[in-house]
């Protein structure tokens, strides 16, 4: 079954100066850490790429990824597509409010896939390297989708511990669970440090061994009916009260529509660890760290060597 990647790389990267933070160079040959994601992607199965992006970073995206793994991709037989967030990309009846200048948040970049996303598809943050296992997982998990049950989705879940930073607090939402493994809700939890015990929060002991969502979700094509449903709803409930920053969350539409017992999100663990770029310190840390993958033989470093067609 045809199953495709969808990479949220749109983010204004404000806070990480110095440029486009998706675009930074990361890996031995200037490799950024979507090049990681795609290679682990297509490794895993998925033949299809959607780069979700803005309209005014088009030439500097192609520039620097778009226009050289469509060559690889070609080589593979994947496909690549471009979907764009628009801040005047809203439901009909509504106006953008004066002064609003930021898109609307991820949940209105997935649903800028709308007419491109025909197949079950996962979704990922473009600078966040997820490690090789969650791809094998999610897409799995994605081969098994059957129409006659459009709303069975998934979720990556990452062990605490695994995502947690030597330089500082971290914001995670940490995931509630059934005894079969399905979420139930995920909690926003900011303030996250590592701690001699494990972690904590606000002087709360947190158990390491938890599972925290890093936004890399499985989703099915019927999926983003609802989310188009849901950013008519936002519009009308939310925007009125926070008009210029009032954002459409992937996971918050997800969490509500769990409380509406609407979907299923089966949690499939990954024992990688996560790492990313937030700030300009965070660099030099991930640099090392795909060096040493590189070293240990986890990648090549000619990375998309190893893929045969």
């Not at 059957?146 to 939402?173: C, H, Q, W």
């Not at 001699?196 to 599972?211: C, F, H, V, W």
């Not at 989310?227 to 925007?239: P, S």
């Not at 770029?277 to 240990?296: N, R």
Request: aromatic share 10%.
């Amino acid at each position: 079954m045809k199953t495709a990647l969808v990479i949220m790389a749109a983010g204004i990267g404000s806070r990480f100066g110095g440029g486009i933070k998706q675009l930074a160079a990361v890996g031995p040959n200037g490799e950024i850490i979507m090049d990681y994601s795609i290679h682990d992607a297509i490794e895993a199965g998925f033949d299809k790429i959607v780069f979700i992006i803005r309209h005014d970073i088009e030439d500097a995206f192609k520039q620097a990824i778009g226009n050289r793994i469509e060559g690889i991709c070609a080589g593979l037989g994947v496909e690549i597509a471009y979907a764009y967030q628009d801040l005047n990309d809203i439901p009909a009846g509504y106006s953008v409010p004066e002064g609003r200048s930021k898109p609307w948040g991820t949940g209105q970049a997935v649903l800028a896939c709308k007419g491109i996303i025909r197949e079950p598809f996962a979704v990922i943050n473009a600078d966040d390297y997820y490690g090789k296992e969650a791809f094998v997982q999610i897409h799995s998990f994605l081969q098994g989708y059957d129409p006659a049950r459009p709303y069975e989705l998934s979720m990556a879940g990452f062990i605490l511990k695994n995502t947690l930073s030597d330089n500082g607090a971290v914001t995670r939402g940490l995931c509630r669970m059934n005894d079969e493994g399905y979420l139930t809700d995920v909690v926003e939890t900011s303030g996250i440090e590592k701690t001699a015990g494990g972690a904590a929060a606000g002087g709360r002991a947190i158990d390491p061994e938890s599972l925290a969502s890093m936004n890399f979700w499985g989703l099915t094509p019927e999926f983003v009916e609802l989310l188009d449903r849901g950013f008519a709803e936002f519009f009308e409930k939310t925007v009125p009260g926070n008009p210029l920053k009032g954002e459409y969350l992937l996971p918050i539409y997800i969490g509500e529509l769990l409380q509406k017992n609407a979907v299923s999100v089966k949690v499939l663990p990954s024992h990688d660890k996560w790492f990313g770029v937030t700030y300009q310190e965070d660099k030099p840390v991930v640099i090392e760290s795909f060096a040493k993958l590189v070293e240990a033989g986890v990648y090549r470093r000619d990375l998309f060597s190893d893929l045969k067609k």
